[in-house]
């Protein structure tokens, strides 16, 4: 998926979205606030000489999502707030007369 951006930039940004994704569980709000590490490391990978050229990813207001909406399809995966009764049918129910259970999200 990321060899087919056009762009080292498009590359690297659609990437680290892909990492920051799968290790943290949840996109970022600012898809380039990741450690200097992550970004050098992953433009290695990727063969890009020149890790700040990332800044250009983020010149098109509406890629990123985009780019988001396109992992979690090719991952199936689904955000929260598009699931919530889903997500709240399968958790416990509570006990007749007692408190509903509580879900800690960070």
Do not use: C, N
């Not at 056009?6 to 659609?14: I, S, V």
């Not at 590490?37 to 890629?63: C, H, W």
């Amino acid at each position: 998926m990321v060899g087919q951006r056009r762009g080292e930039h498009m590359r690297l940004g659609f990437a680290l979205q892909m990492v920051t994704v799968r290790w943290l569980g949840t996109f970022l709000e600012d898809p380039l606030d990741v450690p200097g590490a992550v970004l050098e490391f992953v433009a290695g990978q990727l063969g890009v000489e020149d890790p700040s050229q990332v800044k250009r990813y983020i010149e098109r207001g509406p890629t990123p999502f985009d780019h988001q909406q396109e992992i979690r399809r090719a991952y199936g995966w689904k955000d929260f707030a598009d699931i919530d009764g889903e997500f709240a049918a399968w958790g416990p129910s509570a006990p007749e007369g007692g408190p509903s259970p509580k879900v800690a999200m960070s």
